[in-house]
């Protein structure tokens, strides 16, 4: 595949197409010829949707959901319970709960676990504000919610010592959820019991 | 446990393979290089997914192909399943009973096989990361849980020798290390321990095996060598809170040297002979018999953990022991149960009698002799 012989706005595209998780130069390609032979519309309608995703949504300056305004809609929902924040590793894991409905109080999201072999240290995870949130909110509990595996639980780890100076309760979900599973494609029913099973973090 | 049919295509130089295992002995015999040993790999590959030649499955399609598979038919506790494996550019794919598995985790534990040639010198002879890779192996048949468990203790063994390298100058974030610390300890306690209880299982048996092969000529001895003051009877606990001490005394030195020094990842088996290290000490041949008293140590320990004895291979194992020793492995293995596949350049060092089938084993054509 020489790209030199491709106009350089599809090389283009190519490129930027490529650095999305999970494409690589050659499902890039195939996507750019897909969206050229659709009707002019769908790249407009495309383009459009991309700006508009990132002219009008953020990350709520709270939990770090994503969110139209400075805040989400669960973190500006009056009805949710303010006292315990559930932390999780990412959006999906976040929504898996929503589904679940067996949760009603609020979240933080991480956006990612510590991974040092990744150069994903506490820096690079969303919490600069965790311990500020909690004191400002009187949380009396924090569930956390990572992933059972060693980058999950390490983090969970971790957050027991960054958060023992707030004196917060601490508690970890219980594994209902399999042995390095992925909380996103667990079942409601698994996930609530694991809710309801939640052990102090030790 | 038994493989009833076995079939293969483009593995290696094999013809496509069509054969219905004995039950009890299978001899493959053929001159060198005709594809023996590739019969034995094919079986290999169908119960563990992997090689035992190569690092990579991938290597086992045959040269100018772009992908090869092997099926098998199985019986086990009365039970019959079909298993196969393809081997694709794209990667493995394994499936049991015609539904392929989404995790390559759930393929084990159906078919078991121990598999003892010529590479297996190593296990007495070579480096230490030879006798963890079989002590690992066969834990793993005992317990297929303990692969997932060996990784996460590999995965937190990486990741925190990265934070001792990365720590470099600009020091370490205690915090950090302490979590990493503790998910090390957890996770290498549950191998320690894992790897405590099958060495004293295991033992008595190789001591037994070593015994009946060598007519007590010789006297086996095997230490397994990990953190200091680890008992032999130490439960999950035990091992853990050992781990937590020494790698807590090790860890301002382990900052120094950038790496993690204490833990399973240096574990040892120390084998002796008439109490002099064998490493040193043993000739060529008493090294073949320790390592083949290992092996069939292993079976017998699975066949009374799983109920049933997995399938052996033996790779060209009598051209090495000397016509004695040859005798001795022969009549123990007509005494012992379950399904036997050996090659050989010479079906008369094969001395067992009946209840066997011979194969002509010639350019990759594999043939049942009447
Ligand atoms: N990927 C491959 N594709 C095709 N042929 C291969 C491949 N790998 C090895 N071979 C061939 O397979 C043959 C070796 O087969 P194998 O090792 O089973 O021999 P063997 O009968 O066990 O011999 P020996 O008695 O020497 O142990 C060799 O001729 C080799 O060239
Ligand atoms: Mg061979
Ligand atoms: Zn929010």
Redesign the pocket.
Known sequence: MSSSRLPQALEKLVSLLARLPGIGERSATRLAFYMLSQPESYARELSGALVELVERVHFCVDCHMVAEGERCTICEDPSRERTTLCVVEGIADLLAFERSGAYHGLYHVLHGVLAPLKGVGPDELRLANLRGRIEALGTSEVIVATSSDVEGEATALYLLRHLAPTGVRVSRIATGVPMGGELEYVDATTLSRALRGRTPLE | MQLLALEAERL??LAPLRLEPHPRFNVFE?????????VLEAIYLLATLRSFREARAR?????GESDAWVRGEIERRGIRRKMGVELAKTGKRAAIDGRVVDRLSEYFGHLHVVVFGPEDLVLTKGAPVNRRRFLDRAIFNLHPSYLDEMRAFVTALKHRNELLRASAGRGVDRALLASFDEELIRRGGRVLWRRTRFVSDFLPVVRAVFDDVTAGAHAIGVDYESLAGLAADADEDACTELYRQRLSEATPSDLRQRRTTQGPHTDDLAFSLDGFPARVHASQGQHRAMALALKIAELQLADSVLGGPPLLLLD?VSSELDRGRNAQLMAHLSRAAGQIFV?T?DRRWIAVDGETQVFR?EAGRVLPEP
């Open positions: 290696r130089n053929g001159d060198n290089g005709q594809g023996k040993t590739n290597n086992l399609v045959c040269w060209d090659t350049t084993v």
